[in-house]
C-alpha cells in the first residue's frame, strides 16, 4: 500500500510529448524499484519501463519502449516518464507501482495488488 501518485497527463495531438511525474509523500522513494505501467481501454495491464534505486533501467516483456525514457530524481523524490512521439494507440491510464514484497527490485504486475488511481492519458487528433 504504498502512497504513490502520478501526475502529468493530459490530452495532446499525435506525435506530442508528455512528462509523466510519480511521487510520493511522506516516504521517500530513493531505495524504491519504480515501473511505469499501463492500461488501455479492452486491454491488460501492461508494463513499460522499470528503474532500480541504483538507476538501473530495464523494459518489461514485449513492451514497445522506443519512445518512452524512465529516470528518477532523487532530490525530487520524482521517477518520470518520457514519452515522445505519441500515438492514439499510447492513450491508457498510466501508473507507477512498487512491488511491496520487495521494493528494491523491479517486479512484474502480479505481485501489485494496489494500484493507484493513475493518470489519463489522451492522444487524439
Known amino acids: 500500500q504504498v502512497p504513490l501518485v502520478e501526475f502529468g497527463g493530459g490530452s495532446v495531438q499525435p506525435g506530442g510529448s508528455l512528462r509523466l511525474s510519480c511521487t510520493a509523500s511522506g516516504s521517500t522513494l530513493r531505495y524504491y524499484a519504480i515501473g511505469w505501467f499501463r492500461q488501455a481501454p479492452g486491454k491488460e495491464r501492461e508494463g513499460l519501463l522499470c528503474i532500480s534505486p541504483d538507476g538501473d533501467v530495464s523494459s518489461y516483456p514485449d513492451s514497445m519502449n522506443d519512445r518512452f525514457t524512465i529516470s528518477r530524481d532523487n532530490s525530487r523524490n520524482t521517477v518520470y516518464l518520457q514519452m515522445n512521439n505519441l500515438q492514439p494507440e499510447d492513450t491508457a491510464v498510466y501508473y507507477c507501482?512498487?512491488?511491496?514484497?520487495?521494493?528494491?527490485?523491479?517486479?512484474?504486475?502480479?505481485?501489485?495488488?494496489?494500484w493507484g488511481k493513475g493518470t489519463l492519458v489522451t492522444v487524439s487528433s
Open positions: 507501482n512498487t512491488d511491496p514484497a520487495d521494493v528494491s527490485a523491479c517486479s512484474g504486475v502480479t505481485p501489485m495488488n494496489y
